[in-house]
């Protein structure tokens, strides 16, 4: 019955240990700097949002997409395109990635963009870009746009309200 006492303390303080060694992890993760764009309704979905990019310590960028209105066991593509969000056929500077209907969420950390440039976080005030999350991968669903947003030189670019989107370049 000692040993089992000892047992016990011994697996607790691991555990918290652990707890904490984790939490830590995390903080040295993050820079602290990080940027919050809206992602508005962009269809007859009621589904709305933000995007967050926030800076690491290795110089990349974690993309932190949150919907509103979005269930069930779908997953939404998300992409990061170059130019304001209404550019028809505007090229996908990154795929990020898929968001879970279920939960709202997507999350990705970026280095380079799609054409092997370097994407950091102090070139994202300057970049002309959007972020765009569709309905599907494939079909109509993918002409789809259920929320987007404009980011970077382009995001005091949406008013508040629906605004015209186009649809992204098929690849």
């Not at 040295?28 to 933000?50: A, C, H, K, M, W």
Request: proline share 2%; with cysteine.
């Amino acid at each position: 019955m000692k040993n089992f006492g000892v047992l016990v303390i011994f697996c607790s303080l691991g555990l918290w240990s652990c707890d904490n060694k984790s939490s830590q992890d995390e903080e040295d993760l993050y820079t602290g700097r990080e940027i919050v764009y809206d992602l508005l309704q962009t269809s007859d979905f009621p589904i709305s949002g933000n995007v967050t990019f926030k800076e690491r310590t290795d110089n990349a960028v974690e993309v932190d997409v949150m919907l509103n209105g979005t269930d069930g066991n779908v997953f939404h593509p998300v992409h990061l395109h170059y130019g304001d969000i209404n550019v028809p056929d505007a090229d996908i500077a990154f795929l990020l990635n898929d968001l879970k209907g279920s939960d709202g969420e997507s999350v990705t950390v970026v280095k380079t963009l799609s054409d092997e440039s370097t994407f950091t976080f102090d070139m994202l005030q300057e970049f002309d870009g959007s972020v765009k999350v569709h309905l599907g991968a494939t079909g109509t669903d993918a002409d789809i746009v259920i929320a987007g947003g404009n980011i970077g030189i382009n995001q005091n670019d949406l008013s508040t309200g629906r605004k015209k989107v186009a649809t992204c370049k098929s690849e």
